[in-house]
């Protein structure tokens, strides 16, 4: 599970014989969501002013859903095979599925025509390793050509990024050093453009307020009041 953004606050109930762990992320929302992972991790996406009894007791109202998300994702985890980075799989580049084609030959090379993915090696296992760096390289153009015009309307509130870093993370999608140094995780080159939008815009939201507080996220509505819709919708796209 790729961390969400927010105050977070851990907690649980029993619904019958089963133990729900889930995490309460409170942020400026007008309505609550439970979200559940193919790990089963469950958060509880609450607006700032609902009690923590208040929120349980949703929680067990939804119990018997969350738990058939659970036998599900048991279920798809069965039968979903690892990418085997082979001819016919398909693999996402910002927003949009494109088909693997694998061809053995010289020089290595990864090339996207139409909605096909052309990878030429010179061995089947240099696949996965020349599509991944080739996520890399497209992640380090577009992250930037993404981030630009946000960069100069944030400019208004004097701040500026020290610099943009892309690296693979496995516990978020972004982060903001105190020097000011952006770092993107590389899977978002797999997402759609508003959802690169709403983590760069995040992270910009941190150069001027350091912590999740109500002014954190009056700046974030403020400066993309959809941000909800997209941060939802990168957590499913890439769970």
């Known amino acids: ?17 089963t133990k729900i762990n889930f995490d309460i992320i ?6 609550l969501s439970i979200v559940v992972y193919p790990n089963k991790a469950t958060e509880v996406l609450s607006p700032m002013d609902i009690s923590e009894d208040d929120i349980k007791k949703s929680v067990f109202r939804r119990a018997p859903w969350i738990i058939k998300q659970y036998f599900f994702f048991d279920s798809l985890g069965k039968r979903t095979p690892k990418r ?15 088909v693997l084609r694998v061809i053995i030959g010289k020089p290595n090379s990864v090339k996207y025509k139409g909605r ?10 240099k696949a996965k390793e020349l599509m991944n760096e080739w996520y890399k390289e497209r992640a380090k153009v ?6 630009e015009p946000i960069i100069q309307r944030f400019a208004k509130y004097k701040v500026e990024p ?12 972004g982060s903001c050093t105190n020097k000011g140094k952006i770092i993107l995780n590389t899977e978002l080159i797999k997402a759609p453009r508003p959802c690169i939008e709403y983590v760069i815009t995040h992270e910009l939201c941190h150069l001027v307020c350091r912590n999740h507080n109500k002014d954190f996220f009056k700046l974030l509505q403020k400066e993309m009041p959809d941000w909800e819709k997209w941060k939802d919708k990168l957590e499913v796209f890439l769970m």
């Open 116 to 125: 096909c993915f052309e990878i030429v090696c010179s061995k089947k296992n």
């Open 162 to 173: 020290f610099s943009i870093y892309i690296q693979e993370m496995s516990s978020r999608w």
């Open 84 to 98: 085997k980075y082979i001819s016919g799989e398909s693999h996402l580049y910002l927003g949009r599925q494109y």
């Open 1 to 17: 599970m790729l961390q969400s953004y927010g105050t977070m606050q851990s907690n649980s109930i029993t619904f019958g014989s």
């Open 26 to 31: 409170r942020s400026i929302r007008k309505t």
């Open 142 to 147: 577009k992250f930037s050509e993404i981030a």
